[in-house]
């Protein structure tokens, strides 16, 4: 396996950070895209994008990780983000993964994480393979909501900058589309449009995101091939879980990529 770290221009002019994991031997391969939750840059929490990454070159797939602009090292004001304009960022990094020569045109698949699932929704997601989607956050508006203004006190800003605090003690700043951009977006309308293979993966102790919310939108999925795993005392994205249970959900992940790519 073999690693390497580039800069993706996004059609906003904008540099985005990446790393690219490619599997031992000839080409051309399957390929994957990782997008990441809210804020969060190309490594997702505690470096899980990371270790799903090297698990799947480790199988024979290309992978691409990359952090939205505004993100971790790449270029952009995060406060004009709106998950319209992550959308076509998804887009873009998707037209430079066609390109390459060494992966397989027609098996490029796409793995998303919490928020990056509304993202990727308003992104031509009809051009993947497959998808999986991980912790989704399909009720953004609400589930931002509760996690900061009730269960953190956060005094939103609607018209101008709200900086909102993270585990980790950062402030990820969003400005007011931000706000208007989530109020607007309708998850049962966008799966609705699934056609595309597609695994969800959901831990019932997710405390940002309700079991009953994410059965909703698998039943509202029209794809003919769809798996939904639920895994128990798991939390959002099956990290912060026991190692035998990150395991399973690593395997499953794999598998769902060699089956479907």
């Known amino acids: 396996m073999t690693e390497e770290s580039i800069r993706i221009t996004n059609r906003f002019g904008e540099k985005l950070e ?3 994991r490619k599997p031992e031997g000839n080409g051309p391969f399957p390929a994957v895209i990782f997008v990441s939750g809210f804020g969060m840059d190309l490594h997702e929490y505690i470096n899980s994008n990371d270790e799903i990454s090297k698990r799947l070159a480790e199988n024979g797939i290309v992978t691409l990780q990359f952090s939205f602009a505004g993100c971790g090292k790449s270029e952009g004001d995060y406060r004009q983000m709106t998950l319209e304009r992550q959308g076509l960022q998804v887009d873009d990094i998707l037209e430079w993964v066609s390109k390459g020569d060494d992966v397989r045109k027609d098996k490029i698949g796409l793995h998303a994480t919490s928020m990056g699932v509304p993202s990727i929704l308003l992104s031509d997601f009809s051009r993947y393979a497959t998808l999986c989607l991980v912790s989704g956050a399909y009720q953004v508006y609400r589930t931002i909501h509760k996690v900061y203004e009730e269960e953190r006190g956060v005094k939103i800003n609607y018209s101008g900058t709200t900086e909102l605090p993270r585990n980790s003690g950062a402030k990820t700043p969003v400005g007011p589309g931000f706000w208007k951009s989530i109020a607007a977006f309708n998850a049962l309308v966008a799966v609705g449009k699934i056609t595309n293979p597609v695994f969800i993966i959901h831990g019932d102790k997710d405390t940002k995101v309700s079991t009953e919310e994410v059965q909703e939108v698998f039943a509202a999925i029209p794809s003919k091939k769809k798996q939904l795993k639920i895994f128990k005392g798991g939390d959002h ?12 959900f690593l395997q499953l992940i794999a598998s769902w990529f060699k089956q479907t790519l």
Not at 237 to 248: H, K, N, S
């Open 237 to 248: 994205g099956i990290t912060d879980v026991p190692r035998p249970m990150r395991e399973e």
């Open 18 to 20: 990446a790393i690219v």
